[in-house]
Structures are given as structure tokens and as C-alpha cells.
């Protein structure tokens, strides 16, 4: 070995103990860590600026997320069944978007987990397109369109439930991915859907224009009853049980940092809470910030205060999904792996 290759081992080698000592080699998060040993986790959302995953962003602007010891890389992808994708793909650790997700997993071999619910409510309404005017009831859409966010995404999941709820079968009427905001306002505005399922600001966009009125509610606890027969655990962090399990610690942090953040919801008005969200937003094109607060004024009860799965909610959700989903029908599910309140127990 030369004097310069051995020159140049030595400094390697101290490099090597220096950055030992400073612990740059740990990591506890599955993506790895940031500096000052702070957990890196990735999560994707399914529609960053749907009110239903408010708490995803209203972290960040709390600055909870680094509080709490986390460097959230927050990514955003409209549609939640390609977000689902991009989880299993390794691609991000964890998701923010429907519950229902989890138990349609299972049906595929797939373990997941909730592991801090947001909403009790699905938080969404089937829209019909005022131009449609032989639409007065689900069962109307039979041979029509309808928008989703994404195919066997979970407003896909729910206008196949509504459609056998209505006595169609769910392949009589046509699911057309428009995803949310200005591409489903678009495919209204054109004729390309004669209703569709969506959440809000885009529900307000629309009543404002007159474009579209409400034909089933599900924003409330009430209207989700009525629809779907009990109380619809939807908005949530889910997570592969395989990573949960091997970053406990992590799960906690992050359960910790929504558990506040839903608390931070419940203590506080829509204006103060608008009033903490970037300005793009709570006003667009679309929706003025008083049409924003107004809406998310009269949805905020959704949001759980406490991060904690309602009792009875997961038996809806199987019931529902079990009427028309053949990964669900027929197979066994065992609900009790599709969420946790561990951690957000814990968090109190």
C-alpha cells in the first residue's frame, strides 16, 4: 500500500469514528434519520387539500411535527387508492385516507393498520349535476356517470354501496376517476359525469355555482347513519402492521402529534383554523376563504377529539364493504388487525 492510499485510509477512518460518535448512523424510522436524530417518516395524502385530511397539513403549520421529534415528508396524490399503492410499494411509510382501506387489504393478504382515527364520518356527499334532471334518487344514476376520486378508491367503495343500497347492482352505473377540486368540477361543468361523490371545498364550489345539489349527505354523524347504517369511520393514518410493529417508537411520536392536533381542532373555530392553513388553501378560483370556513364550520364534528376508533365503527364499514366487495365477501376479516388505539391511548 502506498504512503498516499494509507494517508488517505486513516483520515477515512477518523471521518468513519467522528460520525459514529455523533450518531450518524442511526435511524429508527423506516425512512430513515434526520439531524438531531429526529425520526424521518414519509406519508402520502390522499387529497391534501380535502378538509376531511385537514390534520395532516394543520400539523405542519402547528409545527407539531417537529415538536414531537418528526421530519413528516408530507406528499400528495388525489386519488387514496393510489396513495394505498405507493405504501405498499415502499415508496412512503404511511398514509393519511380512509379506514376502509385496511379491511379490503386484509381481503387481499395484506396487513395494515389504522392507527389514529381522524374522522367518525366519511365527510362526503353524492352530488347531482343540476342538468341531470331525472335524478332524484341513487337508483336514477342506473346506465348514468358518476365521479369518484379514483377506481376502488373509498368513494368508489361507498357509490357501490349506495348503488346496492338502492337495489342496482354497483356495474349498472359507471365510475368515472375524476379525482377532486377543479378536475371533478370540470367533469361536471362538461356533461362527462351526471353526479359524483366528493368532500369539501369542492362540494361548496359546486352548490355555489348551482351547478350541482345534494343528494345523499354524509358529513354528519346523522347522515351517515342514514346512509350506511351506522357510524363510517373514515379519515385516518394508516401504516403496514410490519412497520408499526418495528418503529413503535415512531408510531407513537406521530400518534402523539395528530392526538393534539385533533385536540388543537376541537378547541378552536373554523376561522382560527382557516386562519392557520396557507392561503391557497382556503381560496381559489373555486371558493372564497368565508365559503371555506363556512364549510369546514359546518363539518368540524367529524374530526374525532381524541384519535381513538369508535367502538362500532369498524362493523359498518365491514358490513358495507361485505354487500358488494368480492375481496371482502365470502372471506374471513378479522377487524380486531385493521386498527390500533394503542398508541393513541398512549398519547393522553
Known amino acids: 500500500?502506498?504512503?498516499?492510499?494509507?494517508?488517505?485510509?486513516?483520515?477515512?477512518?477518523?471521518?468513519?469514528?467522528?460520525?459514529?460518535?455523533?450518531?450518524?448512523?442511526?435511524?429508527?424510522?423506516?425512512?430513515?434519520?434526520?439531524?438531531?436524530?429526529?425520526?424521518?417518516?414519509?406519508?402520502?395524502?390522499?387529497?391534501?387539500?380535502?378538509?376531511?385530511y385537514l390534520p395532516a397539513i394543520l400539523a405542519k403549520q402547528l409545527d407539531l411535527y417537529a415538536k414531537n421529534g418528526l421530519q413528516v415528508d408530507l406528499s400528495d396524490e388525489p386519488a387514496g387508492v393510489d396513495a394505498e399503492t405507493q405504501m405498499l410499494a415502499g415508496n412512503v411509510d404511511g398514509v393519511v385516507g380512509f379506514y376502509d382501506h385496511n379491511v379490503d387489504l386484509q381481503g387481499k393478504g395484506k396487513?395494515?393498520?389504522?392507527?389514529?382515527?381522524?374522522?367518525?364520518?366519511?365527510?362526503?356527499?353524492?352530488?347531482?349535476?343540476?342538468?341531470?334532471?331525472?335524478?332524484?334518487?341513487?337508483?336514477?344514476?342506473?346506465?348514468?356517470?358518476?365521479?369518484?376520486?379514483?377506481?376502488?378508491?373509498?368513494?368508489?367503495?361507498?357509490?357501490?354501496?349506495?348503488?346496492?343500497?338502492?337495489?342496482?347492482?354497483?356495474?349498472?352505473?359507471?365510475?368515472?376517476?375524476?379525482?377532486?377540486?377543479?378536475?371533478?368540477?370540470?367533469?361536471?361543468?362538461?356533461?362527462?359525469?351526471?353526479?359524483?361523490?366528493?368532500?369539501?371545498?369542492?362540494?361548496?364550489?359546486?352548490?355555489?355555482?348551482?351547478?350541482?345539489k345534494v343528494l345523499v349527505d354524509m358529513r354528519t354523524a346523522e347522515g351517515a347513519r342514514a346512509a350506511l347504517g351506522g357510524v363510517y369511520p373514515a379519515a385516518c393514518l394508516y401504516m403496514p402492521t410490519s412497520w408499526v410493529n418495528a418503529h413503535k417508537d415512531v408510531a407513537q411520536k406521530l400518534a402523539n402529534t395528530y392526538v393534539q392536533t385533533l385536540k388543537w381542532i376541537g378547541s378552536h373555530s373554523a376561522a382560527e383554523i382557516a386562519d392557520k392553513l396557507p392561503a391557497d388553501y382556503v381560496s381559489n378560483a373555486n371558493i372564497t376563504k368565508d365559503d371555506y370556513v363556512k364549510a369546514l364550520d359546518a363539518g368540524k364534528a367529524m374530526f374525532t377529539t381524541d384519535g381513538i376508533m369508535p367502538a362500532d365503527g369498524p362493523q359498518t364499514v365491514l358490513t358495507v364493504l361485505n354487500s358488494f366487495d368480492p375481496t371482502v365477501k365470502g372471506h374471513t376479516i378479522d377487524l380486531a388487525k385493521t386498527f390500533t388505539t394503542e398508541f393513541a391511548k398512549n398519547a393522553h
Open 1 to 52: 500500500m502506498s504512503t498516499k492510499t494509507t494517508a488517505l485510509c486513516a483520515i477515512g477512518a477518523l471521518l468513519a469514528l467522528a460520525l459514529s460518535a455523533c450518531g450518524g448512523g442511526s435511524s429508527s424510522a423506516g425512512s430513515g434519520s434526520g439531524s438531531g436524530g429526529t425520526d424521518h417518516v414519509k406519508i402520502m395524502v390522499g387529497g391534501m387539500n380535502k378538509q376531511i
Open 111 to 212: 396487513v395494515t393498520e389504522s392507527i389514529v382515527q381522524f374522522a367518525q364520518v366519511p365527510g362526503e356527499v353524492e352530488l347531482v349535476s343540476t342538468k341531470a334532471t331525472d335524478v332524484h334518487g341513487f337508483a336514477d344514476f342506473k346506465g348514468k356517470s358518476v365521479g369518484v376520486t379514483g377506481l376502488g378508491s373509498s368513494t368508489n367503495f361507498l357509490t357501490k354501496f349506495l348503488a346496492t343500497r338502492s337495489g342496482i347492482s354497483p356495474d349498472q352505473v359507471n365510475s368515472v376517476a375524476v379525482e377532486a377540486g377543479q378536475t371533478f368540477i370540470a367533469a361536471m361543468e362538461q356533461g362527462k359525469i351526471q353526479g359524483g361523490m366528493t368532500t369539501e371545498p369542492t362540494i361548496t364550489a359546486l352548490l355555489k355555482k348551482g351547478d350541482a
